[in-house]
């Protein structure tokens, strides 16, 4: 009798993880189109088929009721539902709310903008359905939002969410990305770093990511220092990036978020050549495939599993506090912009 194909003899046949191999059958975006179907593929010629008993495992367990709390969440979106923030968000938060609901957890999506919900209405509605928990999405707030009765709430935001407030946050462990980036990149020969930030990073993301790029352009002293930080601005045209590139002539562009190729295109950069290309954090598809770290499913599911643990624990009314910040390692892809 042949033994039955795995997620994990998949995954050790393709050179990738589990979780990967589960994604990509899932046809999750988060997974370059190229790798989803190679991963595909390979499961087709080793005659992968699903384990029906866990999907009929999974559901007995839900109408037996046997979930360990019930609780109603609330996902708070600052912007329009089509704004770039709020696509970019949707991946994470379509693994949170799988998570949540894995829980035992209903999940409740609120656009909020101050002309449809004052914070005092907002509070009265959340309070009235019985939510319990918050997660902050991305995007611009509304300033009246500060006035919010957060410590009534289990809240949950990430790196790019700060209202000023002692709220916990999740964010891209992006020193251990930088670390996993530069020794992958140890291979090569290449000396001119360059490091481009979004100007919308925040000041404690963008002093981190600086900071361990520059510890790890100390420990490689055969490595240029001199390179100046590239800041970049959604939108905005190729000649000040042509004008940066002529003058540092980088061999290696890292760059803090993907950037849409075409801005590199206008500056008449290959992606599949020079300069060599990687992302610190890759959250969203792209007509090209970034080499880089991976957020993958990772980010949204250590959210969830956050925000469940604090109400669990009744972690609501609390007096103020510092906030807590956790770390979230990336999955590295080898994407088609390393050149050769």
């Known amino acids: 009798m042949s033994q039955r194909v795995t997620l994990k003899t998949i995954a050790e046949a393709c050179s990738v993880s589990v979780a990967t191999v589960s994604y990509a059958l899932r046809k999750s975006s988060h997974i370059p189109q190229s790798t989803r179907e190679r991963i595909q593929k390979v499961a087709d010629e080793m005659g992968y088929r699903p384990d029906p008993a866990l999907s009929s495992l999974a559901s007995r367990k839900r109408r037996n009721g046997q979930t360990s709390f019930y609780a109603s969440v609330a996902v708070l979106h600052p912007n329009p539902l089509e704004s770039r923030a709020t696509q970019l968000f ?13 829980f035992g957890c209903s ?20 309070r009235t359905r019985g939510i319990r928990g918050i997660l902050l999405g991305w995007g611009s707030w509304p300033e009246s939002i ?17 209202l000023g407030e002692a709220i916990d946050k999740v964010s891209m462990n992006h020193f251990h990305a930088l670390d996993d980036i530069f020794q992958r990149l140890d291979s090569y020969s290449d000396k001119r770093y360059g490091l481009i930030l979004h100007d919308d990073c925040p000041s404690s993301t963008e002093s981190l990511i600086i900071g361990s790029f520059q510890a790890n352009l100390f420990e490689r002293p055969h490595l240029d220092k001199s390179i100046s930080v590239y800041k970049y601005h959604l939108g905005e045209g190729p000649e000040r990036f042509m004008e940066w590139y002529r003058t540092h002539s980088p061999e290696v562009i890292i760059s803090h978020r993907s950037i849409d190729p075409k801005f590199f295109q206008s500056a008449g950069i290959d992606l599949s050549g020079q300069p060599r290309v990687v992302v610190i954090e890759v959250d969203e598809t792209s007509s090209v495939e970034y080499s880089g770290i991976y957020s993958e499913a990772e980010l949204g599911r250590t959210i969830a599993t956050m925000l469940a643990r604090k109400i669990r624990n ?27």
Not at 90 to 102: A, I, T, V
Request: hydrophobic fraction near 30%; proline fraction near 4%; glycine fraction near 6%.
């Open 314 to 340: 009744d972690e609501v009314k609390e007096s103020p506090r510092s906030s807590k910040l956790t770390l979230v390692t990336g999955i590295w892809h080898e994407g088609q912009t390393l050149g050769s």
């Open 107 to 126: 999940v409740t999506d609120f656009q909020v903008d101050s002309s449809r919900y004052r914070p005092e209405r907002l509070a009265q509605i959340l």
């Open 146 to 162: 500060r006035s919010f009765p957060w410590n009534e709430f289990a809240v949950i935001s990430t790196e790019r969410t700060d």
């Open 90 to 102: 949707n991946g994470h938060c379509q693994h949170f709310k799988e998570k949540m609901e894995s």
